[in-house]
């Protein structure tokens, strides 16, 4: 198993937008991830590449939508435009095979081990897919996980939100970039920001009181440290279980019955 270095952030509480930020404190025991604990693509704004695979978030327990947005400003080439977001377990290749949806019909190859970004087996993260602007293929096969995304709790308020980045390995960029509507400037943004660590290292962030915030995974380049490829960064959110009056336990099976729901719906279609 990989040797996977974990490092926590300390941030100071900011009161001027009435969002406290701290250093870890959910558990992993009390803690659930919101991430589905199943394969698939999470339904955006961007729609779907394959409506059976497709998960819609909004009907889990702890509901929240999830919309992909624009993140490449610089001019340099290549340009990207909104990224597509997956919940991944990179120990399957997606092929098809042993029951995986098939993403090799998209442009997309998931390796059971990546070049570069690789979660310990067996787990589900938030991987995003790269699109270069004026192309309808993946950038690198699907394998540049770089791309900003707004989640929203549908007006719902989190008390406290532990999102994990994975392999930051380019300082300054990946991190959180807007709280509850408000975007983080300044010293607060620099905050934010998560530094380059080692390989497969783990960096957290704890929001508080939170509705909705703009996530940045991963640099794309050609100013990042990996200047041909751009830093892929994978993700993972959570929240205290007593967030859910259901319990947040529930998620992987919410999200197995919408996936079915939505394959039996392909099937009459």
């Known amino acids: 198993m990989k040797n996977i270095k974990k490092l926590v952030k300390t941030l100071a509480a900011v009161s001027t937008i009435g969002l406290g930020f701290a250093t870890v404190s959910v558990s992993q025991a009390q803690a659930a991830s919101l991430v589905p604990q199943i394969e698939g693509e999470i339904e955006t704004n961007l729609g779907c590449l394959d409506p059976s695979n497709c998960i819609d978030t909004a009907d889990l327990d702890f509901g929240y939508s999830v919309t992909s947005l624009k993140y490449d400003f610089d001019g340099k080439g290549p340009q990207f435009v909104e990224s597509r977001l997956f919940s991944d377990d990179r120990s399957t290749r997606n092929d098809g095979t042993n029951g995986t949806f098939d993403l090799t019909q998209f442009g997309i190859t998931f390796l059971d081990t990546d070049e570069g970004t690789n979660p310990n087996a067996g787990t589900n993260w938030f991987r995003a897919v790269a699109y270069e602007e004026?192309?309808?293929?993946?950038?690198?096969?699907?394998?540049?996980?770089?791309?900003?995304?707004?989640?929203?709790?549908?007006?719902?308020?989190?008390?406290?939100?532990?999102?994990?980045?994975?392999?930051?390995?380019?300082?300054?960029?990946?991190?959180?970039?807007?709280?509850?509507?408000?975007?983080?400037?300044?010293?607060?943004?620099?905050?934010?920001?998560?530094?380059?660590?080692?390989?497969?290292?783990?960096?957290?962030?704890?929001?508080?009181?939170?509705?909705?915030?703009?996530?940045?995974?991963?640099?794309?380049?050609?100013?990042?440290?990996?200047?041909?490829?751009?830093?892929?960064?994978?993700?993972?959110?959570?929240?205290?279980?007593?967030?859910?009056?259901?319990?947040?336990?529930?998620?992987?099976?919410?999200?197995?019955?919408?996936?079915?729901?939505?394959?039996r719906a392909s099937q009459k279609a």
């Open 134 to 263: 004026g192309s309808t293929t993946p950038f690198e096969d699907g394998r540049l996980e770089v791309g900003r995304f707004k989640f929203d709790f549908n007006g719902k308020t989190a008390n406290e939100v532990r999102l994990d980045f994975f392999d930051v390995e380019d300082g300054g960029f990946s991190g959180i970039l807007e709280v509850n509507g408000q975007e983080l400037s300044g010293q607060m943004l620099a905050d934010m920001l998560l530094p380059a660590g080692p390989d497969s290292n783990i960096q957290t962030l704890v929001l508080k009181n939170v509705n909705d915030f703009v996530v940045q995974m991963g640099n794309p380049g050609p100013d990042s440290v990996f200047s041909n490829t751009g830093d892929g960064v994978s993700l993972e959110v959570k929240i205290p279980e007593s967030e859910n009056i259901i319990g947040l336990s529930a998620l992987a099976v919410a999200g197995v019955i919408t996936l079915k729901r939505r394959k």
